[in-house]
């Protein structure tokens, strides 16, 4: 058996510009993607993958809320389209290995599991919302979007538009990784922890109730990572390598950096808070807990990423 990866993939990878976000245009974009991981694991790799839903799960908040007001249908809580949403994509996913896999002739199975992830009802998230999702607006849209739906908080997001955000508290525990853990080891690809897993607080007696949030992806990958032992977490993202002074003159990618460096970077500021800062505190809080590396980069770069040739490379 080979080494066991953990491939994170955004939401927004999945949505290639606005205007081309429906569910056969976010099935071109997985497909792309996979084709991507098939390429490791045909070198031997075992691979676990998780998947962001931002710009999803904001779209099936808002037709939940068209549809209750133009037609009075309930609404449907924050949790459910949360679920919903890994449920779908996950399909989409799963799917597209499966028909990869048989158009290579490799025999690979492939299992989405619905995944629960334990949050903390305390956590000050709740009271602060932090998590893009849905669709980005100029600052014109976002006023009349607030003047539409004043409980709405809107923020700017990474120079790209305003979106809305909503509660994203840290992941504490991934419920089923005795389950992920017995798909992995009868030779499954698995899906996993999708949209950062399905928020859920302890009510006691271990009993689980659902909350309204949306968990980061990237951190929740982290703790299912260190929960399986993988020994390696690839994160995803839109460039293929991590860069400080990012826009600027002096820009400089990065390629391969240790903790300690890691750490003076963020010090410095050089990455934001809404986009590259996650991915980096969730690279490090693997690392300095179990895992051995952590490569950022982008899918197509992905099979030369793990085998050193790209990316940037985060190292004990």
């Not at 962001?52 to 133009?70: K, T, Y």
Request: charged residues 25%; aromatic residues 6%.
């Amino acid at each position: 058996m080979g080494e066991l990866v953990i491939v994170a993939i955004g939401g927004n990878a999945l949505v290639k510009e606005n205007g081309r976000d429906s569910i056969q245009d976010q099935y071109e974009a997985v497909k792309e993607t996979v084709s991507h991981i098939a390429d490791m694991i045909e070198e031997g790799y075992k691979v676990v993958v998780t998947h962001g839903n931002g710009p999803q799960v904001g779209f099936a908040m808002r037709r939940c809320e068209i549809a209750n007001e133009i037609t009075g249908m309930p609404t449907i809580p924050l949790v459910n389209c949360v679920a919903e949403t890994q449920g779908g994509i996950g399909y989409q996913i799963q799917q597209a290995l499966t028909n990869e896999f048989a158009k290579r002739g490799m025999k690979q199975k492939v299992a989405s599991v619905i995944t629960q992830v334990e949050v903390s009802i305390d956590d000050p998230n709740f009271q602060n919302p932090t998590k893009p999702v849905g669709s980005f607006f100029t600052l014109e849209q976002s006023e009349a979007m607030k003047a539409e739906h004043p409980d709405w908080v809107m923020v700017e997001d990474s120079g790209r538009g305003y979106r809305r955000v909503v509660p994203s508290p840290r992941p504490i525990d991934i419920i089923e990784k005795d389950a992920i853990k017995s798909l992995i080891d009868s030779g499954y690809v698995v899906i996993a922890a999708g949209g950062g897993g399905i928020p859920v607080v302890k009510t006691g007696d271990n009993a689980y109730d659902g909350i309204d949030a949306v968990i980061d992806k990237d951190f929740a990958t982290s703790l299912l990572a260190e929960q399986i032992q993988a020994e390696t977490l690839i994160i995803t993202t839109g460039v293929p390598r991590v860069c400080i002074n990012f826009g600027k003159p002096n820009q400089k990618a990065l390629e391969q950096i240790s903790i300690e460096e890691t750490k003076q970077y963020i010090a410095e500021d050089h990455f934001a808070k809404g986009s590259m800062l996650p991915k980096i505190e969730a690279s490090l809080s693997f690392l300095e807990k179990s895992g051995s590396r952590v490569i950022i980069t982008n899918p197509e770069s992905l099979k030369d990423a793990v085998n050193n040739q790209a990316g940037t490379h985060i190292v004990k």
